[in-house]
C-alpha cells in the first residue's frame, strides 16, 4: 500500500550474501527489515542513528523513494531493496557525511 513515510533514522543492512549497504529509513520500515531478517530474506539490520535532522537532502530522498515504492504489507515473500539511481545515492551519500557515517 501507498504511504508516506517520513525518514528518521540510518540502518545498516546485511544481504544475503554478508556485503552491506546503508539505508535512510524510518521505525516502520526498520520493522519490515527486522522481519525480513526472521524470516530469511536478509542477514542483519542494525539501526546507526536515531533522529536524523531532516535536512534538504532527507526531504530530497524521502520524496524519491514515496514517488517510487510502496510499504510492503506484514506477508511479504521478499525484501525489497531500494535502487539509487545516481542523483539520489549522491544524496544518501550526503546524509551520510551530515550524520558522520561512512
Known amino acids: ?6 525518514f528518521t533514522l540510518i540502518e545498516e543492512i546485511t544481504r544475503l ?10 521505525m516502520v520500515q526498520n520493522g519490515r527489515a527486522e522481519l525480513a531478517v526472521e524470516r530469511g530474506l536478509i542477514k542483519q539490520v542494525r539501526i546507526l542513528q536515531l ?3 531532516h535536512t534538504p537532502h ?5 520524496d524519491y523513494v514515496n514517488e517510487h515504492y510502496d510499504m510492503p504489507t506484514e506477508d511479504f515473500k521478499t525484501f525489497q531493496e531500494w535502487e539509487k539511481p545516481a542523483d539520489m545515492q549522491a544524496e544518501v ?3 551520510l557525511h551530515e550524520n558522520h557515517i561512512g
Open 93 to 95: 551519500t550526503a546524509i
Open 1 to 6: 500500500m501507498k504511504s508516506h513515510e517520513t
Open 51 to 53: 533522529n536524523i535532522a
Open 17 to 26: 550474501d554478508g556485503s552491506k549497504y546503508m539505508e535512510i529509513s524510518d
Open 58 to 62: 532527507v526531504q530530497a530522498y524521502e
